[in-house]
């Protein structure tokens, strides 16, 4: 009896090396994109927790300043004011009164109720540096 003869059309079982190759490449190429989507998701989240903690700070100290006197409040010049946030986040508050070029069309406004009022957040950046956000506001205080 005589051997068959292989068809050229049929392949035997398996993987050649460059399939297996492109695969990896390509797995790799994939998992690295995950990896590096990852990274960046988790450092834009921290500085976004580091950027919301100062905005807190500085609308807790914002709530403190309507709670005071206004005597009060007009003696705070350079000051800091305590907060529930992170230790390393510090608001210094700067309060004077308010002029004629802080408000456009002050017509009979009566500015003695007002205070200008600066609010310097200083804080650790993500990159472990000092930072500083600076809030200003016009508060009417009776």
């Not at 297996?20 to 989240?45: D, N, P």
């Not at 609308?59 to 992170?86: C, F, T, W």
């Not at 986040?89 to 009022?117: E, H, M, P, Q, W």
Request: proline content about 1%.
């Amino acid at each position: 009896m005589k051997p068959r003869a292989r068809s050229a059309g049929c392949h035997q079982g398996g993987f050649s090396i460059l399939e297996v190759l492109v695969a990896t490449l390509l797995i790799s190429i994939g998992a690295s994109v995950l990896v590096m989507s990852a990274r960046t998701s988790k450092t834009g989240q921290a500085r976004s927790k580091v950027y919301g903690d100062a905005v807190t700070a500085s609308k807790e100290v914002l709530e403190e300043l309507h709670i005071m006197s206004l005597a009060d409040i007009s003696r705070l010049n350079g000051v800091y004011i305590p907060h529930s946030q992170d230790t390393t986040t510090k608001v210094l508050v700067t309060v004077r009164g308010v002029r004629a070029t802080d408000v456009g069309n002050f017509g009979t406004l009566d500015t003695s109720s007002l205070r200008y009022i600066t609010l310097r957040v200083r804080f650790i950046s993500q990159a472990k540096s000092q930072s500083e956000k600076v809030f200003t506001t016009i508060l009417y205080k009776q």
